[in-house]
Each structure stands twice: as C-alpha cells, then as structure tokens.
C-alpha cells in the first residue's frame, strides 16, 4: 500500500509540473503575446505530431491558415514564432547576420558537423569553403558529357515507353534521373537507377523514409537523442532501413572511392569520373582550419549531400515537367526558343551549359518552376542571438527560434504577383532583377545551399 500511495505523489507531481509549466508558457511566456495555437504554446511535440502524422504533412498548410488569419507572426512553439514576412527574412539570413542555424532542431534531422547540419558559423565557413569547388559552374562543365548522357539514356527511356503506349511513372523516372547524376557528383559513380525497368532504386527509398522519420526526429528531440546514442547493432534492428542500411550502402561506395583513388589507374580517370567532394575534403590543405573528417564523417557527409541534392532537384523536375504540360503556351515558346538557338536541336553536342544559361525564357521557367515548386518547403529555424531582436516594433528575447518557409516567402504577394500562377513572363519584366533577391528556395546568406549555381 504504501508504494501505491509513493506511486500516486509521483503521479501528482509528474503532472502538476506539467500542467504548470503549459500554464506558464500559454499565459505567462516571453512569446504569450503573439497568436497562434495554444496546443503549440504547451507543447510543440505533439502540434507538430498532430499536424504530420495525424493529419500526414499538413503542418506547412496549417501553418498558412494561421498566417492567414493572424497575421505574419505566429507562435508554432513554447521558443518559436514562424514568421511570413520576406523583408524579415532577408534581414535573418544576410550576410553578417548574427543568427545561427538552431542546433535543437538541425541536430536531429542532419549529422552535426556536416555542411548541411554544422551550427557553428565559423565551422561552417571552413567545411562551405572546402566543398565550394566541388559545385561550381567549372565542375559542371566537366560534368558536361556525363549529364548528357544521362540525358539521353532518360529521354531514349521515355521513348521505350511511348512506342509500347505505357505511362511513365514521372516521379520514379526523375528521381532516378537524378540520383544517378548526384551519386556520380558525390561518388564518381552512378547507382544505376536508371537501368532498372520501373526506374526503382533503394537509395531513393532510404531516403524517402529517412524523411518519413525525421518529423518524428523534430517532433520529439529527447526520444531521438536517446535512440541516436544508442549502438548500431541496435539502432540496425529498430530501424534496418531507413538509416543504418542507408548509411552502411554509402559507407561502402566511400570506400570504394577511396581505394579507386590509391591505385595509379585513378591519375588516368576523366574528371567527370572523379568526386571533387571527397578529394577536397580528405584534403588537409583544402581551407585554414580545415580538420580531415574520420570515415564515419566522410560517409554522413555524403549522406546529407546525396539526400539534399536528390529529392530537392527531382521534386523540382517533376514539378516542372507537370507544370509546363499544363500550359501548352509555354512549351511552344520553349520549343520556338530552343530551335532558333539550336537549328539542329537534336545535335546534342551543340546545347551545353554555357550556350544555354544565356537564353531567357528557358531560363525564365527555370527560376519560375524553382518558385513554385518549393522543394524544401518546410521550416528552418535560425536562433535569436543573445541581445534580442525588434520585431515590428517588440523585443523578442535571445534564442527564441524564428522560423522561415519557402513555399510562403515564395507566394508572398508583397513580391509576387499572382503568387499561385505558374507565369514565367514575371521573370521577364523590366523589374524582374528585384525578384531574384526575394527567391527563397536556395535560402540566403552563408548558408545558401552549395548547389545552386
């Protein structure tokens, strides 16, 4: 009886503290005075479970029903506002801003100390300024003949099905297209995803669920830190596919890079067999400061770099190829565009990266598609730094999350006019070199994602 009655005080004082600190934060929090749901001011683990597994990745529609009904601040946590403003946006994510990426969140949906999840600013500049070269337009350039000939095994792909009168499933295509580029780009060599019948390939399922988890990662830190920290042989047999099996595949072509690269035949490869990546960042002199990262780390590496630069540009082409079958106007004029510059258009050889980045309609429903198709909608949140911030007027305390999304910033009707219209003319008005700042699919800044050019 009496460790029944130890177990009943534990129970009150477990839930008292709880139901105290949801009273605090509600009702007496620094952020108390911003709208937005009281669920969220309590907690944000379980608004963010509601609205992404509940109700499966609503969350970022949920969130612009709020916008629209209180405003461009919003509470969507105990220390986060969401914020749909892009003059505040620029502000946060200029160069020489003071706020950092916020660790509690990054933390758990990259590997710490990647390019992608590194928090520090001046870890970061080294690792940006090491990979750098790996993704300029030169590296593209010698990638040339190797994209193109991925190009076309696609394109004689689609012809295969055309001729049996078979669909195409344009999101396996896509994503297969361009797994086979990034894993070149990271590797020096493709997964061959494009070989397989259905266009069906592994790495992009380790990557879709990997996703898949990371709201679970988001929702709930502590339960993912205490998983995290757990042995690979356990970690193998929670989760087999997603992580543990995703990473032993890419550890295994790092490897396999790496003994390619000790053998003399390597000094005789072309460049588009090399991966720039890996070379510079086993390079001790590639930065200042710059540390070798272990194996371990050279693989994570990868993996965030492989995760990012697959699903964010396939989304991109998928979406873009559904938005110009929509307009039939604007694959005309691309059709009209293409064949003037290129008379013989089916010669391959003569459309390249230089001859084509300075045609401007085709380069208008590029910037128009990366507009509108949001690859990474979702938030990310930069830290208050210590001395606060005015916020239209109010002082928001030090490490209080602001958090940005792309798929609103780029719909603000403030820049864009007719934000939910596919237009690629709006990139072609008198005024349209205002509209390339305001673009927040590559984010901004610093941490402006490596791949954009």
């Not at 992009?204 to 898949?212: G, H, W």
């Not at 690629?424 to 070199?433: E, Y």
Request: glycine share 6%; hydrophobic share 40%; proline share 7%.
């Amino acid at each position: 009886m009496g460790a029944l009655k130890i177990l009943s005080a534990l129970g009150g004082i477990y839930l008292a503290y709880w139901t105290s600190r949801a009273i605090y934060r509600i009702f007496f929090h620094p952020l108390s005075r911003y709208p937005g749901s009281k669920v969220a001011a309590a907690s944000a683990a379980w608004y963010e479970w509601y609205w992404n597994f509940h109700q499966p990745g609503q969350l970022l529609f949920e969130i612009e029903r709020l916008h629209q009904k209180h405003g461009p601040v919003i509470r969507i946590g105990p220390d986060d506002l969401h914020i749909n403003d892009p003059e505040v946006f620029q502000d946060v994510t200029r160069v020489g801003s003071k706020f950092v990426k916020d660790a509690k969140f990054y933390n758990f949906i990259t590997f710490p100390g990647s390019s992608i999840g590194e928090t520090d600013p001046g870890a970061h500049r080294i690792r940006r300024q090491v990979l750098t070269p790996a993704f300029s337009p030169q590296r593209v350039q010698e990638l040339s003949p190797f994209i193109k000939q991925q190009v076309d095994k696609l394109l004689g792909r689609f012809s295969e099905f055309a001729k049996s009168s078979t669909p195409v499933n344009i999101n396996a295509a896509s994503k297969a297209f361009t797994m086979d580029i990034i894993s070149k780009i990271l590797f020096g060599q493709e997964v061959g995803s494009m070989d397989d019948p259905e266009f069906r390939n592994d790495f992009v399922r380790y990557i879709k669920e990997a996703f898949e988890m990371g709201w679970t990662a988001t929702a709930f830190p502590e339960l993912t830190k205490f998983m995290l920290s757990m042995p690979d042989w356990i970690m193998k047999a929670v989760f087999p596919i997603p992580i543990m099996v995703f990473k032993e595949k890419c550890t295994a072509l790092v490897h396999s890079y790496l003994e390619r690269q000790k053998s003399t035949a390597s000094a005789r490869e072309p460049d588009h067999m090399k991966s720039v990546v890996i070379d510079m960042l086993v390079d001790s002199t590639a930065a200042k400061g710059h540390i070798v990262p272990t194996p371990d780390q050279l693989t994570e590496e990868m993996i965030m770099l492989l995760s990012a630069g697959n699903d964010t540009t396939s989304d991109a082409l998928i979406i873009g190829i559904w938005q110009i079958c929509r307009h039939p106007e604007v694959l005309q004029r691309l059709e009209r565009e293409l064949q003037t510059a290129f008379p013989s258009i089916h010669n391959s050889d003569a459309i390249t990266y230089e001859s084509v980045k300075s045609l401007p309609y085709i380069n208008a429903v590029i910037k128009e598609i990366l507009r509108i198709s949001n690859p990474l909608p979702g938030r990310l949140p930069r830290l208050v730094p210590e001395e606060g911030y005015t916020l239209y007027g109010d002082h928001v305390p030090g490490n209080i999350a602001f958090n940005f999304s792309s798929h609103l910033l780029n719909r603000h009707p403030s820049v864009w006019t007719d934000p939910n219209t596919f237009d690629p003319d709006r990139w072609l008005q008198p005024d349209a070199a205002r509209l390339d700042k305001y673009l927040a699919t590559f984010q901004n800044g610093t941490r402006q994602c490596l791949g954009k050019q």
